[in-house]
């Protein structure tokens, strides 16, 4: 048979965007038991904050207001929680409950295709989760628009970065109750220890690189400098990691979840 | 005996399989479109498919048919790419011109596959899991829209078109399953184990359906352990056991060259005398298992005197013998390790 006979399967493209509209779909399909959590926790948050703890916190953290502070680490966070669930809980749910791989994988597409949608689809996720905080903050005059408009790029590079380590966790998981070492073990740990609560520059000088080493407190560093406009060349570094991260753990979750699910 | 199939096909579903079906607009009776040799897989230690060889023609049904563990299903995978086979220098595969191993997309896109597993998005209703689908084929959504409706009436399932997942019968599910799979009006549709664990009525739905693709040309690979689904649906089989193929043929080929034609059973063994258990006779074969014994022979006749002349009448049947007795004769009545 000549080259010139190969079918017309959908390019490239086409096939990761068609993993993206599955998720989407069936996303948008509860669209208000999925929509209101990003919107509502940031303002509990918050209101925790306004009305309780931020009266007690009078000094400025890192040259803001604390509820400036905490609010601008939850552009982030809520991008990390969301893409985490949904790469670990979700994928194993997809990969071995529901079999939705299994059908996926029979259409034309290859797991490369399939992961890398399913990591486009978290980092959408935490583009939209970012943006909610957004609004509340916005709402709230807590931050400044329009620079804070940038923020949900962060969200979404956060939402990637979760996701490529989420599924990575996940082709090791055996019973889905693993996943409890994972948040308990990594992604709460994160959350108060990477420059969302306090500054790591508060932290004792021997943990300090390991704060250094974990995606979040680039993140969070990235999303602070577009919150108030003040770009550092440093930050390259910081973008550096992140986009050096999403390919070297991206490929070896690829590469582990493709033996499970091609065998 | 096969019966007429009227065309069940519209005008712009035929002009639609031309359009969609690239390169084949017609395939000839006689073509062969999959051509395996020597393929093998194993996990660890288990040799799930081994040194397999077999040949499709266009537009056949090829039924797999073995016990559960027999490697049909491994074997349906390694065809469409979920599944690779153990690196091996002569063995060779040819589907419809591809190698899974080299070019899945192509393979993929032309086939349809239904799983051993039904497994349909629970939070979309029937039309939105097809339409998910299409969008994996890159079908234009208004052409989508009509496939839908057009596969959902074949199926019968147009009543549904809003119901949830959750709301189907598990024979509506296998159906929109099947339906899932012609979305992209494949060359090739795999069936792995279409109607395990469903009604007659369903299951005789089914197979009607699929004498009316395999009547537009669509080359049907299926499994199933089913001797009746075998019969009524392949052209030919194949036999497999423990990753092995231990015989191949016409179904009616494969009753006439591995058994006699008639057998007669006794289900209550204490009553047959020692000396009818071994019989010098050359024309009856005897097969005794613990609670059935069994005479076999290509002579109605034999078997009736042989009656007569030790047992009474309702004790015994005399039948003619079927596919799964060849299957059952092939692959040994006792159960084994993978089963």
């Known amino acids: 048979m000549t080259d010139s006979k190969v079918p017309k399967y959908p390019p490239l493209h086409i096939r990761l965007y068609s993993v993206w509209y599955r998720h989407m779909r069936v996303y948008t399909k509860n669209l208000l038991s999925n929509g209101f959590p990003p919107f509502v926790e940031p303002l509990i948050f918050l209101a925790g904050v306004g009305l309780g703890l931020g009266k007690y916190i009078t000094e400025p953290m890192g040259g803001v207001r604390y509820i400036e502070y905490l609010g601008v680490g939850l552009l982030v966070t809520t991008a990390m929680f969301t893409s985490a669930f949904e790469c670990s809980f979700g994928t194993f749910i997809r990969l071995e409950f529901e079999k939705v791989y299994d059908g996926m994988l029979a259409a034309p597409m290859t797991v490369n295709n399939l992961i890398v949608g399913e990591m486009l689809w978290a980092g959408t996720k935490g583009f939209f989760f970012s943006f909610a905080v957004l609004c509340i903050l916005a709402a709230f005059k807590i931050i400044i628009l329009p620079y804070g408009l940038f923020a949900p790029f962060v969200g979404f590079l956060t939402g990637v970065v979760f996701a490529s380590l989420s599924l990575l966790v996940t082709s090791f998981v055996k019973t889905i109750n693993h996943f409890n070492f994972y948040f308990t073990g990594l992604i709460s740990p994160m959350f108060f220890f990477s420059g969302v609560v306090f500054p790591v520059e508060n932290l004792p000088v021997f943990i300090r690189p390991v704060a250094e080493l974990v995606p979040l407190t680039h993140s969070v560093r990235l999303v602070r400098a577009v919150c108030i406009n003040n770009y550092d060349p440093i930050l390259l570094l910081d973008l550096l990691y992140i986009v050096a991260f999403i390919i070297l753990i991206g490929f070896l979750a690829i590469h582990r979840l493709k033996k499970r699910l091609v065998n | ?339």
């Not at chain 2, 799983?115 to 689908?133: C, G, P, R, S």
Request: glycine letters at 6%; charged letters at 25%.
């Open chain 2, 1 to 339: 005996m096969r019966h007429v199939v009227h065309p069940v096909y519209s005008k712009e579903f035929i002009q639609n399989k031309v359009k969609f079906s690239v390169g084949y607009d017609i395939v000839s009776a006689m073509a062969t479109v999959i051509n395996i040799n020597n393929i093998s897989k194993s996990f660890g230690k288990v040799r799930a498919v081994q040194n397999l060889s077999f040949s499709v023609e266009a537009g056949s049904c090829f039924g797999f048919l073995g016990p559960n563990g027999a490697g049909k299903t491994t074997a349906m995978k390694i065809i469409y790419g979920k599944c690779s086979r153990d690196k091996n220098s002569d063995d060779t595969m040819d589907i419809f011109g591809y190698d899974p191993a080299e070019n899945e997309l192509a393979i993929k896109y032309l086939s349809g596959v239904v799983q051993q597993e039904n497994n349909l998005d629970d939070e979309l209703n029937v039309a939105q899991n097809l339409m998910i689908y299409s969008k994996f084929y890159n079908m234009p959504v208004r052409e989508a829209r009509e496939r839908i409706e057009y596969l959902l009436d074949f199926f019968e399932l147009s009543d549904k078109k809003k119901s949830k997942i959750k709301e189907l019968s598990g024979g509506m599910k296998r159906r929109l399953v099947i339906a899932r799979a012609l979305l992209n009006s494949p060359r090739l549709l795999i069936l792995d184990e279409p109607t395990t664990g469903l009604d007659p009525q369903v299951r005789h739905l089914i197979w009607e359906k699929i004498r009316q693709l395999q009547k537009q040309q669509t080359t049907v690979l299926l499994t199933t352990h089913y001797m009746e689904e075998a019969f009524q649906l392949c052209d030919y089989l194949l036999i497999m056991h423990k990753g092995k193929k231990i015989m191949e043929g016409k179904p009616t080929e494969l009753l006439e060259k591995n058994i006699e034609e008639y057998v007669l059973e006794i289900l209550d063994t204490e009553i047959i005398k020692p000396e009818h258990r071994e019989i010098s006779q050359s024309n009856i074969r005897t097969e005794d298992t613990p609670g059935v014994m069994r005479y076999y022979s290509d002579d109605i006749d034999v078997l009736k005197d042989f009656a007569a002349g030790c047992l009474e009448s309702g004790n015994y049947m005399i039948r003619q013998t079927n596919l799964e007795d060849v299957f059952l004769h092939a692959t040994g009545r006792q159960l084994d390790d993978r089963q």
